[in-house]
C-alpha cells in the first residue's frame, strides 16, 4: 500500500494492565482515578460466575468500608435501554466512576452508561459525536471474554430504541481510562463462547489486516493477532484451564480492536443483523460467514490473503497469489470448523425467506465500506446464500 496524499491519525493510548491476579489491584487503581463509589456493570449470567466472585473479592464485601453497586442488566446484543438503565443506576446511587465487567455486551453498556449520565435525555437515534462528551466519568474496563476488544475501542454497539439494527456509537471519549486483562477471569468461559468470541478476534484481525487504508502499525498488530489467535485459541478451546492460551488470547483480542480502528469489512455487516434479527453470537456469526467472504474477496483482490496466510504459519513462499488465498481460505475454513464453528447459517437457524432483510441491512451497516473490494447489496445476499 502507498502512502495516501491526506495526512492521518494514528492512536493507540490505552493503559493496559495485563496478567492473572491484576483484578486485585483494581481498588487502588479505582483511587488512582479519583472514584470511590463505583458502578459495576454487568450482565445476570456473570454475577453468578467465578469471575464475578474474583472481582467481589478485590473490591470487598458490603459493610467492610467499601462502597460499589452493580447494575446487572445488560443483554446480549445489548439495547440503548441497557445503558439508559445503567445511567439511572447510577445516578441513583451516586456513583463517580464505572466498572464495566464482562463480554462485549457489558463493556459497550458500560462505556456507554457515561454518555447517559452526563445527558439524562439523551436518545441514541438524534445521537451527536461532534458534541460535547468531554468530562466522561472514569471507566476500568474488565473483559471476560477474549474476542470483542471492546475494552481498548472507542465504540459502543448497541441498537437505539425503536430501530431494529445495531448502530455503533463512536466516540473518542468512551475510551477506557484504564483496561486490566487478567486471564484468571476467563478460565470460566465455556468452549463455544471461547471459540466463538475467539473467532470475532480472528475476523477483527483479518478484516482490519486486509481492508484498504493505510495504517501500517495496525496492519503489524493485525498479524500478530492472527499468529496469536491461531496458536492460543485451540488451547484454550480443548483447556479452559490454560492460563498462558487464555491470557495470549485476552491480548490478541485487544490487539484485534487496536487493529481495527483501521477499520473492518464485509464479514461483519454481515454478523450485524445475524446478531440483531437472529440472536446469534457476535463471533459466531463472524465466524459462520467470514469464509464465505473471503472466497468472494480472493479473486478480485489477488494475492490480498498471502501474509495472512504467513501469520496462520502456512508455507506460502513458493505458491502463486491466488494459491496463497486459496490455501489461507481453506485454513482459516478448518480452523473455525475444528473449534465448533462450521455447519453454515441454515444449521444455526438462519431462514431462507430471511436473507433479503439480512442483505438489506448488512448493505445499510457501515463495515463492509472499507472491505478489499466494494459489495454491492446483491453480492452480499449471494455470500449470505453461500454462507448457508
Ligand atoms: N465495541 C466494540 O468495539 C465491539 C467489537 C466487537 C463486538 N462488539 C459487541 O460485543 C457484543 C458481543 O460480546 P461477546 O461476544 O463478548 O458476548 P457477550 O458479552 O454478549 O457475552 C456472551 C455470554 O457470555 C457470558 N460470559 C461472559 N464472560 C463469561 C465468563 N468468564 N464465564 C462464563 N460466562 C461468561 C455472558 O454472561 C453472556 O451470557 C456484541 O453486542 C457486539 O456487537 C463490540
Ligand atoms: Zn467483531
Known amino acids: 500500500m502507498s502512502v495516501p496524499p491526506a495526512p492521518a491519525t494514528f492512536s493507540f493510548p490505552t493503559t493496559v494492565r495485563f496478567g492473572a491476579g491484576t483484578i486485585a489491584e483494581l481498588p487502588e487503581r479505582l483511587k488512582t482515578l479519583g472514584c470511590r463509589n463505583p458502578l459495576v456493570v454487568t450482565d445476570p449470567v456473570l454475577t453468578g460466575s467465578a469471575a464475578f466472585g474474583l472481582l467481589r473479592r478485590a473490591l ?11 447494575f446487572s442488566g445488560v443483554r446480549p446484543n445489548p439495547h440503548e435501554a441497557d445503558a439508559v438503565g445503567a445511567a439511572r443506576a447510577f445516578r441513583e446511587a451516586g456513583c463517580d466512576g464505572v466498572v464495566a465487567f464482562g463480554g462485549g455486551s457489558a463493556l459497550d453498556v458500560g462505556k456507554a452508561t457515561r454518555l447517559f449520565a452526563k445527558r439524562p435525555d439523551l436518545k441514541l437515534s438524534a445521537y451527536d459525536w461532534t458534541a460535547d462528551w468531554s468530562g466522561l466519568a472514569p471507566c476500568v474496563c474488565i473483559p471476560t471474554t477474549a474476542g470483542t476488544g471492546s475494552e481498548v475501542g472507542r465504540s459502543a454497539v448497541l441498537v ?3 430501530a431494529k439494527a ?10 477506557a481510562s484504564l483496561v486490566i486483562l487478567d486471564a484468571d477471569l476467563t478460565r470460566g468461559l465455556p468452549p463455544f463462547l471461547t471459540a466463538a468470541t475467539g473467532a470475532d478476534a480472528l475476523t477483527h484481525s483479518i478484516e482490519s489486516y486486509t481492508c484498504p487504508v493505510f495504517h501500517p502499525m495496525c496492519d503489524g498488530i493485525a498479524l500478530e493477532g492472527i499468529r496469536l489467535v491461531v496458536t492460543a485459541l485451540p488451547r484454550a478451546f480443548r483447556n479452559g484451564g490454560d492460563m498462558e492460551a487464555r491470557g495470549l488470547m485476552l491480548m490478541a483480542a485487544s490487539m484485534g480492536a487496536v487493529a481495527f480502528q483501521k477499520d473492518l469489512g464485509a464479514a461483519h455487516s454481515l454478523a450485524h443483523p445475524l446478531s440483531s434479527l437472529c440472536a446469534m453470537n457476535h463471533g459466531a456469526a463472524n465466524a459462520y460467514v467470514l469464509p464465505a467472504v473471503m472466497r468472494f474477496n480472493a479473486p478480485r483482490a489477488v494475492g490480498a490473503y498471502r501474509r495472512v496466510a504467513v501469520a496462520c504459519g502456512l508455507d506460502v513462499a513458493r505458491a502463486s497469489d491466488a ?3 486459496r490455501m489461507t481460505i ?6 473455525l470448523a475444528g473449534l465448533g464453528l462450521g455447519g453454515g447459517l441454515k444449521a444455526h437457524g438462519v431462514r431462507e425467506d430471511q436473507l433479503d432483510e439480512l442483505a438489506d441491512m448488512a448493505f445499510a451497516d457501515g463495515c463492509h465500506k472499507t472491505n478489499i473490494v466494494p459489495v454491492t447489496r446483491d453480492e452480499l445476499r449471494g455470500i449470505l446464500k453461500e454462507a448457508c
Open 60 to 70: 470487598g464485601e458490603a459493610g467492610e468500608g467499601k462502597t460499589w453497586h452493580v
Open 160 to 162: 437505539p430504541e425503536g
Open 166 to 175: 445495531k448502530a455503533v456509537i463512536f466516540q473518542p471519549n468512551l475510551l
Open 323 to 325: 494459491e496463497a488465498d
Open 330 to 335: 481453506e485454513f482459516v475454513s478448518g480452523f
